[in-house]
Nanobody, 127 residues
Framework: QVHLQESGPDLVKPSQTLSLVCSVSGGSLTTGYYAWSWVRQPPGKGLEWLGI???????FYSPSFKSRASISRDTFKSQFSLKIYSVTPEDTAVYYCARERMDGYSGSYYLADLDSWGAGTQVTVSS
């Protein structure tokens, strides 16, 4: 049974880097028809898909975050991470990591394909 857990600081200052880690157990970052995604939910708003890292290490980002986001992985630790640079208060949100089902992938990503989620972690951007 796959389990995901987000970790990282709950407070980040504006202009600094938001850095989170997702620890994965019961699943492989490098094999199978799955990839690994980051999603967030700002207060009072809907879910926002941020980006993904595939089992071969290839990454893809939402156009809204491509210029300032980075996803990487440590396969030895079974972890993948998210960095968002130059954050503002609008980056305040609950951040989730999730497993994304890739069977049947045809060029687009859908929230409906996220089949396992971490509990989420609140990150506040404030001075």
């Amino acid at each position: 049974q796959v389990h995901l857990q987000e970790s990282g600081p709950d407070l980040v200052k504006p202009s600094q880097t938001l850095s989170l880690v997702c620890s994965v157990s019961g699943g492989s970052l490098t094999t199978g028809y799955y990839a690994w995604s980051w999603v967030r939910q700002p207060p009072g708003k809907g879910l926002e898909w941020l980006g993904i890292i595939h089992n071969n290490g290839t990454t893809f980002y939402s156009p809204s975050f491509k210029s300032r986001a980075s996803i990487s992985r440590d396969t030895f630790k079974s972890q993948f991470s998210l960095k968002i640079y130059s954050v503002t208060p609008e980056d305040t949100a609950v951040y989730y990591c999730a497993r994304e089902r890739m069977d049947g992938y045809s060029g687009s990503y859908y929230l409906a394909d996220l089949d396992s989620w971490g509990a989420g972690t609140q990150v506040t951007v404030s001075s």
